[in-house]
């Protein structure tokens, strides 16, 4: 990053603050040296051009207007102070803790410098956090992937991205073209929610799927999120639906803890019963017979399915796959 | 915004500046861990600072930073004494966290969670209705309220704890005494790190395979010589005593690559994929491999092969029908 601008930047803000009158182009000239030292008035107009534009991207609320008794109707800037500061807020030292920890949470991730300043700002009335609050929790947003900063920016600014997508059943990757609505997190892993532009729909992409860079394909502002979109509602529809039906299991006992923390009926052996039963019967709700079928054949000899068929068909076919059974 | 850059630097110095003045003398160390950045970039930052100024450049026009003697003196910046709003793009990485640790039940702290996002979205005003618009948070796997605050007690009050714990991987309940270190939500889960005398080294723990939990009467002494995991290479941690087992995946199983660090993947014709994958539980492989079922063929070592044929064999004998 360049100091030089960084400065030159800092000098306008306090420049623009400062100031209770509009100031013209050639008062900023003056009062800002680096536009001083500017060889050519067509360097500094370039320079304070973009310089104006990173402002506004602060979001630092420049205003233009004129005096007209001092200067006819030339253009002249100024920042409103009111405008500008945050309101005033003070925190107890636990809410400080908190929210200390809420911005710790970004320090792997690319965003992590957002949070810190975020942060800074929301402790410059100068409370200290209660270091005994929330002692000993170490929270972690998720994984620093590389196309979260430019996915972040692009939902915020409303750009239209493309990039090479490649899901693991596929052979290659493909180019999706998106327009992002919002990103979201889920169980650490980075979701992309949007518009699919080749198959007119909405879509929810994961960022690690995302193979090379993402471009921005548009202009700022060109992405309309349509108001109903709820980024956390399509995180949601990637969740295992409701179970619909139930399997009958027998467990060894002592055994299948995982199936029994699940299971809706448990009719469970009596310890030292004379009934000679080596089982116990479980009821074990689903919604998908394959994923049933993959958690159960993970038991081994531990478990038996007895109904439905198509659940004990699924469990048999898998375990002879593995027997080297015909 | 852009998040970075000059811009994203600018910001921070906005930030840093009514911070600092409203905290003379603060040791750097202590602002520069703040401000979540090093040192060395504090101290760039406050000679930056000592070249800017009021328009005239003059000595009194110029901000005053003193910081030689380590603690930090800021003056003569009345015009950026107030922090600049919060940007929208700022307050969904608060507003993030904050929901990440609101997914965590029980009473502890709740108040101040609760009051700490109220007040944000205040003082943010629009900008957090932009934040929550583009940002989302799916839950994760609450762990259970009671088990959460006996270890959040045994911690702050550094005593150790007795565990009765679900291994998934060899489908077995243990019974164990751990020196708590730290509560990490990681993933979507929440982990107790500890020290575990039966394993004799610093485990973590999942708080929902967590069945019983009790905060014993000893003080907690967690060994000199434990080294808490970095989590930021991941959960797991490998070593030497592990299994290395080499899968072939269909694709219907290529789903193994995302969920579990895989040391090596190779393609194969036929979309096929060739894996390693390291455990410290051989145990656990054999049962990786009875749910991947024909979708994956577990081929070395050829112990562990057998180890898997022989499992299913074991399990078909459940069902009569089948010769």
Known sequence: ?326 | MSTGGASAHLARLLALVPYLLNRQGIPIEQAAKDAGITVEQLDKDLWTLFMCGLPGGMPDDLIDADWEDGLVYLSNADTIARPLRLAPEEVATLLVGLRLLAQLPGSHDREALDKATAKLQEVAGAAAGMADARVGVGGGTAPDSTVLDGARRALTERRRLHLRYYVPGRDETTERDVEPMRLALVDGHTYLEGWCHRAEEVRLFRLDRVLALEVLDIASAVPADAVAHNLDEGLFSPSAADTVAGLELERAAHWVTEYYPCEEVAELEGGRLYVRLRSGDPEWMVRLALRLGPTARLVEPPELAEQVRAAAAAALAGYPEVV
């Open chain 1, 1 to 326: 990053m360049s100091k030089k601008r960084t400065e030159r930047l800092l000098n306008l803000t306090i420049a623009l603050l400062a100031t209770r009158r509009f100031l013209t182009k050639e008062q900023i000239r003056k009062a800002v040296r680096a536009y001083e030292e500017c060889p050519t008035d067509e360097a500094f107009e370039r320079m304070f051009e973009r310089d104006k534009d990173e402002l506004r991207e602060l979001g630092i609320p420049l205003e233009t207007g004129t005096d007209e008794a001092l200067f006819g109707d030339e253009v002249g800037y100024r920042i409103d102070r009111n405008a500008y500061a945050l309101p005033e807020v003070t925190f107890t030292p636990e809410e400080v803790a908190v929210l200390g920890l809420a911005a710790r949470a970004w320090r792997q991730v690319s965003l992590s410098g957002a949070a810190g300043t975020a942060l800074l700002k929301l402790r410059a009335a100068g409370v200290d956090p209660d270091e005994t609050a929330m002692a000993g929790l170490d929270p972690r947003i998720g994984d620093n992937d590389p196309a979260l900063q430019p996915l972040w920016s692009a939902s915020f600014d409303g750009w239209p991205v493309n990039f090479d997508y490649r899901t693991p059943e596929a052979d290659t990757a493909s180019r999706r073209r998106v327009e992002p609505w919002g990103v979201g997190v889920r169980n650490g892993r980075w979701y992309l929610v949007g518009l699919d532009l080749d198959r007119g729909a909405s879509r929810v992409f994961r960022l690690s799927r995302i193979t090379g860079e993402v471009k921005v394909t548009g202009a700022p502002g060109s992405v309309v999120k349509p108001a109903d979109v709820d980024i956390d509602d399509e995180l949601r529809r990637m969740l295992p639906a409701e179970p619909r039906e139930s399997a009958v299991v027998r467990v060894r006992p002592g055994a299948g803890l995982g199936l029994r923390r699940h299971a809706s009926v448990r009719s469970e052996v009596e310890p030292g019963s004379a009934s000679g039963s080596d089982w116990d019967v479980l009821h074990v709700g689903f919604w998908s017979v394959s994923r049933l079928a993959d958690d159960l054949a993970s038991y081994g000899a531990d478990v038996v399915v007895d109904s439905p068929p198509v659940v004990r068909d699924a469990v048999i076919e898998r375990l002879r796959a593995l027997a080297g059974t015909p």
